[in-house]
């Protein structure tokens, strides 16, 4: 069966940076394409972020250049490095696994960023 | 990237009925469009990838349908567990539509 667990999330000051981990079991995430989606409060879903199976990364444009996906083969996790923090950045951040579309979410970890 | 346009924003039906829901695309989407259902404090769930496949264990009821730039999820009829917001994806771009909440009239 395949579980994601997120972890890492928290109260963060506008600027500030955080990382967000995603631990993967049933799956290898090297063989995957691996995803990160926000929803802000009372909000819609947002994509973030996704990793090919060949390493190739890609962003959505409110986010490019203060993001980072990557992942550990070794450890079987995801990660989302999260640089220049804003408050418009306080969302619920879900890990999920795409295949078709996103069959398996995280439960998702809250970023709260405010001063 | 695909820009998604859902309507109706607030569909307000009762059990028992037919729900439509609409999914416009700011180009041609290809096959690759995807329905989510959420509820209130839950993960979002995967119900039709590529237009119409149903995801595993999703009921019959849930159907998905269309091409181009025009798609539709329709739920033949609605029991009590489906009035949620649902969402479109297009998962080459991976942009959502803004959602569709289907809510008890």
């Known amino acids: 069966e395949v579980q994601l667990v997120e972890s890492g999330g928290g109260l963060i000051q506008p600027g500030g940076s955080l990382r967000l981990s995603c631990a993967v079991s049933g799956v290898n995430v090297g063989t995957q394409y691996m995803a990160w989606v926000r929803q802000a409060p009372g909000k819609g879903l947002e994509w973030v972020s996704v990793?090919?199976?060949?390493?190739?990364?890609k962003y959505a444009d409110s986010v490019k250049g203060r993001f980072t996906i990557s992942r550990d083969k070794s450890t079987n996790t995801l990660y989302l490095q999260m640089n220049s923090l804003r408050v418009e950045d306080t969302a619920v951040y879900y890990c999920?696994?795409?295949?078709?579309?996103?069959?398996?979410w995280g439960q998702g970890t809250l970023v709260t960023v405010s001063s | 990237e695909i820009v998604l346009t859902q309507s109706p924003a607030t569909l307000p039906l009762s059990p028992g009925e037919r729900a439509t829901l609409s999914c416009r695309a700011s180009?041609?989407?290809?096959?690759?469009l995807a329905w989510y259902q959420q509820k209130p404090g839950q993960v979002p769930r995967l119900l039709i990838y590529d237009v119409s496949n149903r995801a595993s264990g999703i009921p019959d009821r849930f159907s998905g349908s269309g091409s181009g730039t025009d798609f539709t999820l329709t739920i033949t009829s609605l029991e009590p567990e489906d009035f949620a917001v649902y969402y479109c994806q297009h998962r080459s771009s991976w942009s959502f539509g803004g959602g569709t909440k289907v809510e008890i009239k």
């Open positions: 180009q041609s989407a290809g096959n690759f």
């Open positions: 999920a696994r795409a295949y078709g579309g996103l069959d398996y």
């Open positions: 990793i090919y199976s060949l390493g190739d990364r």
